[in-house]
């Protein structure tokens, strides 16, 4: 058996991160070995009342309500997880918990994904445009009745000390807070599970992040 200490996957253990902080009133930053932080932004301390999964691979849109998963699940150490996963593609950009599509699923809603809104995501460069995207499809889906009863129009826009401050990316069915993702390895035939984030880098050294990652992906192609 490999030993621990050369397992391909990042840990808490390799961050020196202790799970407890997220129970404080104030969720804790993680610091990389190189220095760059990771800053808390749980969803489960926003307002939303749901989260929405654009699973792409699983071709699956998931609806999850969020406070009644947060009250009635432990979500305990086992279900962290670092994004990028292995340890020889770099450093990590994110934390979450990802949590099995059929516990999530007590709590919430799936739908099949258009096959427009999937090619749509499919084309997109870096995660930014993927999260812009998803959006962009869930304001026109919701308007198209997909996700009714559960949420439904209208559907408007939150501002923006609403996203950073609340984690809300709109307000639906005359008042519901709604955050939207793009968890492109999530979903049942797929990896299983939702991806539900924790802590991120700053959105400029994510830039960075992506940026060097396109170029890596390039080089690896020998393009």
Not at 40 to 55: G, I, T
């Amino acid at each position: 058996m490999m030993a621990e200490q050369d397992s391909p996957y990042w840990t808490d253990q390799d961050l020196l991160y202790d799970i407890d902080f997220d129970l404080w009133d104030i969720p804790q930053k993680i610091i990389r070995p190189d220095g760059k932080i990771l800053h808390p932004v749980s969803v489960f301390n926003s307002k939303a009342e749901f989260s929405v999964h654009f699973c792409t691979n699983a071709r699956l849109i998931y609806v999850v309500d969020l406070q009644r998963l947060n009250k009635q699940v432990v979500l305990d150490r086992k279900y962290v997880c670092y994004s990028p996963r292995r340890k020889l593609h770099g450093l990590v950009s994110a934390r979450g918990l990802c949590v099995p599509c059929h516990i999530a699923l007590e709590f919430g809603y799936h739908w099949q994904m258009p096959e427009f809104a999937a090619h749509a995501l499919l084309a997109c460069r870096d995660k930014r445009q993927c999260g812009l995207t998803a959006e962009r499809l869930f304001k026109d889906l919701a308007h198209t009745g997909l996700f009714a009863p559960v949420l439904t129009a209208p559907v408007i826009k939150a501002s923006k000390e609403d996203d950073y401050k609340h984690g809300i990316d709109f307000y639906v069915s005359g008042g519901l807070g709604v955050q939207v993702k793009e968890d492109r390895r999530g979903g049942e035939g797929a990896s299983g599970n939702l991806f539900f984030q924790t802590h991120t880098l700053s959105a400029y050294d994510a830039e960075s992040w992506y940026a060097f990652n396109r170029q890596e992906a390039h080089s690896l192609a020998g393009v």
